[in-house]
């Protein structure tokens, strides 16, 4: 894995990465945003463009956030509400547009 998205994203979903991402490989959930992390290329380009600061390489992810590791990974390889298979590596995120779930993580997550 490489960049992930993490809890400044949640409820926001300004999208800017997105526009940024040279591989398409950001998804919309409900609450926030994912980073396929098998698809990403480790470009950066997304980092800079979130306007709250919510990206980040894996290693440098702020102390207490480390459980986004885990769900940007669960997003992608479990079923989720409203699905009925795992995500997996679908090839790009425009084609697919914001999927309306979240981890249950996420769902829950409390500012």
Same mark, same amino acid.
């Given at each position: ?6 809890? !400044? ?17 950001? $998804?919309?959930?409900?609450?926030? !945003? ?9 470009? /950066?380009?997304?980092?800079? !463009? ?17 459980? $986004? ?5 669960? $997003? ?5 509400? /409203?699905?009925?298979?795992?995500? /997996?590596?679908?090839? /790009? !995120? ?18």
């Amino acid at each position: 894995m490489t960049f992930v998205i993490g809890a !400044a994203c949640v409820d926001v979903l300004d999208r800017a990465c997105i526009e940024e991402c040279p591989i398409d490989c950001i $998804f919309i959930g409900d609450r926030m !945003a994912y980073v396929q992390p098998d698809e990403c290329i480790d470009c /950066g380009g997304c980092e800079p !463009a979130c306007p709250v600061e919510a990206i980040h390489y894996e290693d440098d992810l702020p102390a207490g956030q480390e459980q $986004f590791i885990v769900e940007n990974r669960r $997003f992608f390889d479990e079923p989720l509400p /409203g699905r009925t298979r795992p995500l /997996g590596q679908p090839g /790009g !995120a425009a084609a697919i547009g914001p999927l309306g779930s979240d981890t249950r993580f996420v769902r829950e997550y409390q500012p």
